[in-house]
């Protein structure tokens, strides 16, 4: 049969081809997952634990004193547990997960809470066998562990797939242990990706609404080609059931994090010792970066550091670490982290309104390295000038101000002393004993100084001024305040 033509004219067939792009065509749900479920339940386990808890004896109800020698006295004893059978016993407190394996020889992935301090940890398979299990490692940035049984023959494992290929959109199927029901099986889509729960540093998580529930914990998160692309590990729920908003662990994350805890037991994250935050439209602007990807401000690096002795600085705004684009900070923790030690990377910065490359050395993460702080000087009866700006009210910092404040001895800079109500500077969350260590790039230590470099950028034109400061626990940040 002849295909129906329909006429148009010359003129819309020209715009049509130059500027209207064929519509994009949904593809087909899958008529069925069942297929694809049973080449892969038998890789899916349930975990349950079990730790010693015990007995809260100091608030037990106390026992009546009966008379020496009374009929009642051997029934007290044993009722309030203070002798014999009834005798204060520690607990089994059990809890249940999901995890999956990853390798036939006996290696499990589950995620960190569900096996956080158990003193035993017993995996269940599809098939009804059960085994103890011991822990390889764990992580807790991620929320990730991996354990070992010992199988009297090779089990069905599954292997990592890709999780930078999905879409939002794409199938996903999910098994696991949700309510102590093992072998469940739901399937949804990609609701989003790159999600941030504030549950860690590195977060990343794939959001599906795929029916994940309690117990699902773990458990693996598949594409159509039987593939793990997350590990489930929290859902958004008022009630504890799934209302389609779930969140994974993608498999990018979780196979570097699995990969060094089989290797080292432990993980071997990058460092390069900066402290960074998020660049705001305010900042942006007083920066002069343009574009979508902002990129991560440094807000601080320390001393003899990686960082420093690639000759980062504050202020710095990096748009590229090692070949990768920093599209915001987490982009840049999590990219830092996966670099190997003693790695030479590249590191494109925005500095003073251009880009420069630099070199740095990443470093290994210890995480118990920290500074020890020194003893405060006596208060003195100096009595510093204050000044006013921006909303803010500050002074020079003496001795006296540092422990009023509980200010570190090697603080710098002003010390603020007040918060206009309604200002910007409380927008922000500027507080009493906050710090101004620098004002656009340049070191400020008295109030004069704080005045004078305002008006050198309301004459230049500016009209957003960065702030440097720090707080009492020596943690620093940048504000962009509005100059009056």
Not at 123 to 132: A, E, Q, R, W, Y
Not at 453 to 465: F, H, N, S
Request: aromatic share 4%; glycine share 10%.
């Amino acid at each position: 049969m002849r295909p129906i033509l329909r006429p148009i004219t010359a003129f819309a067939v020209v715009v049509g081809l130059a500027s209207a792009p064929a519509p994009a065509v949904a593809r087909a749900a899958p008529e069925s997952f069942a297929d694809l479920a049973e080449s892969l339940i038998d890789s899916v386990v349930n975990i349950s634990t079990s730790q010693n808890a015990p007995a809260a004896s100091d608030k037990a109800v106390p026992a009546p004193q009966a008379p020496e020698g009374s009929p009642f006295d051997d029934f007290f004893d044993e009722f309030f547990n203070k002798r014999g059978p009834g005798a204060p016993q520690s607990k089994k407190q059990a809890s249940l997960g999901s995890g999956f394996v990853i390798d036939a020889g006996g290696i499990v992935v589950t995620n960190n809470h569900v096996i956080d301090g158990a003193d035993e940890i017993t995996v269940n398979f599809n098939d009804g066998s059960k085994l103890t299990a011991e822990l390889v490692g764990k992580d807790v940035k991620t929320d990730l562990a991996v354990l070992r049984v010992k199988p009297p023959k090779p089990l069905r494992a599954v292997k990592f797939g890709d999780a930078e290929k999905l879409r939002v959109g794409d199938w996903v199927l999910a098994i696991g242990n949700p309510f102590g029901l093992g072998g469940s099986v739901s399937a949804g889509i990609v609701s989003a990706r790159n999600r941030n729960i504030n549950a860690g540093p590195y977060d990343n998580f794939i959001q599906t609404d795929a029916a994940i529930n309690r117990g699902n914990s773990g458990g693996p998160l598949f594409d159509m080609n039987g593939d793990v692309v997350g590990i489930n590990t929290a859902i958004i729920s008022p009630s504890g059931g799934s209302i389609g908003i779930g969140f994974s662990v993608p498999s990018t994350i979780a196979k570097p994090v699995v990969d060094q805890l089989l290797s080292y037991g432990e993980t071997r994250r990058g460092f390069i010792g900066a402290r960074v935050q998020s660049v705001t439209d305010d900042i942006a602007g007083s920066l002069g970066v343009a574009g979508q990807d902002k990129g991560a401000l440094i807000a601080g690096v320390t001393p003899g550091s990686p960082a420093e002795k690639g000759g980062l600085q504050a202020g710095d705004v990096v748009l590229v670490f090692d070949g990768k684009r920093i599209r915001e900070m987490r982009d840049l923790l999590r990219i830092v982290a996966d670099t190997p030690a003693d790695r030479e990377v590249e590191v494109k910065v925005w500095r003073k309104g251009k880009e420069e490359t630099l070199k740095v050395v990443v470093g290994r993460l210890e995480e118990d390295n920290k500074p020890k702080p020194a003893a405060l000087k006596a208060p003195s009866d100096e009595e510093p000038k204050t000044a006013s700006a921006l909303g803010l009210s500050f002074t020079s910092i003496s001795d006296e101000l540092r422990l009023k404040f509980g200010l570190k001895p090697e603080a710098k800079g002003l010390v603020i002393t007040q918060v206009d109500e309604g200002s910007k500077a409380q927008e922000n969350k500027i507080e009493p004993g906050d710090q101004l260590v620098e004002i656009t790039g340049q070191a400020v230590s008295t109030p004069a100084e704080v005045l004078k470099r305002l008006e050198e950028l309301k004459k230049d034109g500016k009209k957003v001024a960065l702030l440097l400061l720090s707080n009492k626990a020596g943690d620093v940040r940048f504000v962009a305040a509005p100059i009056d």
